[in-house]
T-cell receptor, first 109, second 113 residues
Framework: KNQVEQSPQSLIILEGKNCTLQ??????????LRWYKQDTGRGPVSLTI?????NTKSNGRYTATLDADTKQSSLHITASQLSDSASYIC????????FGAGTRLTVKP | DTGVSQDPRHKITKRGQNVTFRCDPI?????LYWYRQTLGQGPEFLTY????????KSRLLSDRFSAERPKGSFSTLEIQRTEQGDSAMYLC???????????FGPGTRLLVL
């Protein structure tokens, strides 16, 4: 069983709308949790990184939250743009990096 | 800062052939990682180097796979006697020991026919 589970597997929204992606993990203890954006055919690009003591981190229209008690993280995207269409991968670091399978987001005009 | 580069970006080969991929990390980064990613999945760790030393290898890295980083700068990943199951995106990432954020390259997409 994957120690990092993401939901939904895929999501389609209209341009301008907000959305929230979920990440549940069982890795413990961990040093930090990252969200990456991966465009089709490209390598992942880091969006946010949070240590276990941080609750929220923003990067422009992206806001990540972390609840270390429930072992849940979310990535909220505000006012979505067509260029937000990508896979969003949750990664938990515990010595090594544990990757979720990603959520495939499609933003339609 | 030119980022992490990988070469080639795409490779098509016949089953049984050998292939070699190259990764050039960000110049001051002393850690270099190799991952494999199949469609719809997150990257899977293969191996990583700190300078020229290969410190960890995943059990995913069968005997047909070998990675080197001879001078602690660029790295190569060789797959011998390729199989159709080797078809995937091979990603390279680099980081500083002191900062855990990994910077990924664009990947090499391998198709084994």
């Amino acid at each position: 069983k994957n120690q990092v589970e993401q939901s939904p597997q895929s999501l389609i929204i209209l341009e301008g709308k907000n959305c929230t992606l979920q990440c549940n993990y069982t890795v413990s203890p961990f040093s930090n949790l990252r969200w990456y954006k991966q465009d089709t055919g490209r390598g992942p690009v880091s969006l946010t990184i949070m240590t276990f003591s941080e609750n929220t981190k923003s990067n422009g229209r992206y806001t990540a939250t972390l609840d270390a008690d429930t072992k849940q993280s979310s990535l909220h995207i505000t006012a979505s743009q067509l260029s937000d269409s990508a896979s969003y991968i949750c990664v938990v670091s515990a010595g090594d990096m544990r990757f979720g399978a990603g959520t495939r987001l499609t933003v339609k005009p | 800062d030119t980022g992490v580069s990988q070469d080639p970006r795409h490779k098509i080969t016949k089953r049984g052939q050998n292939v070699t991929f190259r990764c050039d990390p960000i110049s001051e980064h002393n850690r270099l990682y190799w991952y494999r990613q199949t469609l719809g999945q997150g990257p899977e760790f293969l191996t990583y180097f700190q300078n020229e030393a290969q410190l960890e290898k995943s059990r995913l890295l069968s005997d047909r796979f070998s990675a080197e980083r001879p001078k602690g700068s660029f790295s190569t990943l060789e797959i011998q006697r390729t199989e159709q199951g080797d078809s995937a995106m091979y990603l390279c990432a680099s980081s500083l020991v002191s900062v855990e954020t990994q910077y990924f390259g664009p990947g090499t997409r391998l198709l084994v026919l």
